[in-house]
């Protein structure tokens, strides 16, 4: 159901697909296009009921007294000075604070949302981590950090990019319920194919993605070409192990006919040699695939340098002759710290710079 709901408080009326907010309406004894009116403001991003102009003041107050709106207040914004990425610190109605990236390409705006305050996964090499786990986000709040980055900029987002803080899975009935709002025709209208979901690898969960056959693009972090290896850096791994995720993985393609995109942290002397990529492209035959080749972020704490240039270069020969197309990830707001997960360790630490 859309929200656990006692009769003294008020429902999330953001995270209700519009047939759910049609049945709301017949109870309260309103016509099903007034429901379709209030889908329609809730999705343009309107943060209280007042600024429903084409409803009534009575059923605004109606609305107030049951419902209420996620909103995502910008705490902090940084702006990259080379290529106008933008880094967000959103907070909701109880403090909880979230990061987001505005990327802006040739072909329109991407943002990098956040679906869980936090992270219970615990990899090695990333900063969301590092600073615990307090909840699951809402579909509604997802849609906030999306609503509030178009008003900021006055601009319309085309791409989605589930790979801010948490891990999307982990979350998978808020997740998926976002999914089917932001895609909604009434919605914001983004199609599936413009949204890619990362995962460190939660397999049950691939598996009931793939039998939605949902048109969106799964993004596996694999960071490693052996168990050895991730298991060291991504805990997850030592629940489901490389051969368990890729069985996963090409069972997805087959529900789907999706490419499934790998992405893979470089990180000096640690999963960089020849013998990893060659490794790896054994593992990944006859997958239907893409390998995209992240310079790990240098996150304080950890140890971990990027991989150079001529390592990285030597590992994309290695995958390319074994015919696995793979490319460098370009690195935006790099000055920023464009990798989500640093900003909000930041502000908790009390040690926030402004860009």
């Known amino acids: 159901m859309h929200s656990e709901r006692s009769e003294d408080m008020p429902a999330d009326i953001k995270s209700m697909y519009e047939d759910e907010l049609k049945e709301e309406f017949a109870k309260m004894g309103e016509p099903a296009y007034r429901a379709g009116q209030v889908y329609k403001w809730l999705h343009e991003g309107v943060k209280s009921f007042d600024e429903m102009t084409n409803i009534s003041k009575k059923l605004r107050e109606r609305l107030m007294e049951n419902y209420y709106i996620s909103n995502a207040a910008i705490e902090k914004k940084l702006i990259s000075a080379y290529d106008d990425t933008k880094k967000y610190l959103f907070s909701f109605g109880d403090g909880e604070m979230v990061e987001s990236v505005l990327m802006k390409y040739h072909h329109g705006y991407t943002s990098c949302i956040s679906t869980q305050v936090g992270c219970k996964m615990g990899c090695t090499f990333c900063a969301t981590g590092k600073s615990g786990f307090s909840r699951n986000l ?45 895609s909604s025709e009434n919605g914001m209208n983004i199609g599936m194919r413009h949204i890619s979901l990362s995962t460190c690898g939660i397999v049950p969960k691939i598996y009931e993605l793939a ?13 490693a070409p052996n168990d050895q290896i991730r298991s060291r850096t991504m805990p997850v791994n030592r629940k489901y192990n490389i ?10 393609v087959r529900q789907t006919n999706r490419r499934i995109s790998f992405e893979y942290a470089m990180i000096d002397g640690v999963n960089d040699s020849v013998a990893n990529a060659e490794e790896l492209a054994k593992r990944l035959k006859g997958i239907l695939s893409h390998v995209n080749l992240i310079p790990v972020n240098a996150v304080k704490g950890t140890g971990y340098e990027k991989s150079k240039k001529e390592s990285i270069k030597r590992f994309i020969a290695v995958l390319e002759r074994a015919g696995i197309t793979a490319t460098v990830r370009r690195t935006l707001g790099s000055d920023i710290n464009a990798s989500c997960g640093q900003l909000r360790r930041s502000v908790s630490d009390g040690r926030i710079k402004e860009g």
Request: charged share 20%; with cysteine; hydrophobic share 45%.
């Open 211 to 223: 039998d939605m056959k949902l048109q969106l693009t799964l993004s596996v972090s694999l960071h």
């Open 243 to 252: 051969d368990e995720l890729l069985k996963a993985c090409q069972y997805y």
């Open 138 to 182: 809402t579909a509604s709040e997802m849609l906030a950090q999306l609503q509030a980055e178009q008003q900021d900029n006055h601009i319309r987002i085309s791409n989605i990019v589930l790979m801010g803080m948490g891990e999307p899975l982990d979350n998978f009935e808020n997740v998926i319920r976002f999914l089917k709002l932001v």
